[in-house]
């Protein structure tokens, strides 16, 4: 069992659709990560939030938003996505940003129609 | 940043020990080095983390010669559960996010 919660574990959308991945951690920690993965490729980081305020957004595209409502949530919103968007999604959290180890979540499979 | 170089696959059968290999020869001096395992469908995990000589933990070992500028991995007894991407990472533990980067990851594929 991860200690990383992420929902929901699959979803399919359209390229119109609007929806949103959640990620939830009571560790207390007060760092939080998204990251991509494609497929036999390692994870890459999209966004770090540190004390519930974006500190690193990777250079990634509008279409994706996040947002961490308090220190135990972190949620991802998409809209207008493209099929190459298809990716795990995952979510990790650390006492502190930049801190080792990172405790993942098992992501969100997300599959663009 | 320091960049890791891991080979991509590795092959290993029930109750050997497994050696990985990771290269980091632009390892600075406030780097960690960090080894996660990820199953598919699932997030990596934590294996261990060490900074110099060993490290020793209830699953693996962490061997970091005197020069640092590359790292070892050893699986004692491997078993068909511990078929997965191995993953090691260099950092300043602390420091800018930025610099924990994933490298290629090795496969271990385990057999009977």
């Known amino acids: 069992d991860t200690e990383v919660t992420q929902t929901p574990k699959h979803l399919v959308m359209g390229m119109t659709n609007k929806k949103s991945l959640k990620c939830e951690q009571h560790?207390?920690?007060?760092?939080m990560y998204w990251y991509k993965q494609k497929a036999k490729k390692p994870p890459e980081l999209m966004f770090v939030y540190s004390y519930e305020k974006l500190s690193i957004n990777e250079s990634v595209p509008s279409r994706f938003s996040p947002e961490c409502p308090n220190s135990s949530l972190l949620n991802l919103h998409l809209h207008a996505l493209q099929p190459e968007d298809s990716a795990l999604y995952l979510c990790?959290?650390?006492?502190?940003?930049?801190?080792?180890?990172?405790?993942f979540g098992d992501g969100t499979r997300l599959s663009i129609l | 940043l320091a960049k890791t170089t891991q080979p991509i696959s590795m092959d290993s059968y029930e109750g050997q020990e497994v050696n990985i290999t990771c290269s980091h020869n632009n390892i600075a001096t406030n780097d960690y080095i960090t080894w996660y395992q990820q199953f598919p469908s699932q997030g990596p995990r934590f294996i261990i983390q060490?900074?110099?000589t060993k490290v020793t933990n209830e699953v693996a070992s962490l061997f970091i010669p005197a020069d640092r500028k590359s790292s070892t991995l050893s699986l004692p007894r491997v078993s068909l559960s511990d078929t997965a991407v191995y993953y090691c990472l260099v950092g300043d533990i602390g420091g800018a996010t930025n610099k924990l980067i994933f490298g290629t990851g090795t496969l271990l594929a385990v057999q009977p």
């Open positions: 560790m207390g920690h007060r760092a």
């Open positions: 990790a959290s650390s006492q502190e940003e930049g801190d080792q180890p990172q405790h």
């Open positions: 060490g900074y110099k």
